[in-house]
């Protein structure tokens, strides 16, 4: 929630990263889906964390994660 309202406030696009990522440990898959491809869109191609942010769409769309859910547990209902 706070990487979201600060990225609200500052459209930096490091935070879109760090959104993904903390969707991404709850398990919340279309949100980090998202996260990560708007970070990619936004950021050059010399972003510190483009590579990471590709292995992670790449990983998650084979998941399926474009659905909303991936294995039932897109709302991160799941333990990490």
Do not use: K
């Not at 309202?5 to 969707?23: D, K, Q």
């Amino acid at each position: 929630r706070y990487f979201r309202e600060s990225y609200e406030l500052s459209h930096r696009p490091a935070l879109l990263y760090n959104i993904g990522v903390a969707a991404d440990r709850l398990r919340r898959d279309a949100e980090a889906l998202e996260a990560f491809e708007r970070y990619l869109a936004e950021v050059g191609a010399d972003a510190p964390q483009r590579g990471d942010a590709e292995v992670r769409v790449r990983v998650l769309r084979a998941q399926g994660s474009g659905d909303g859910s991936v294995g039932g547990s897109g709302s991160g209902g799941g333990a990490s």
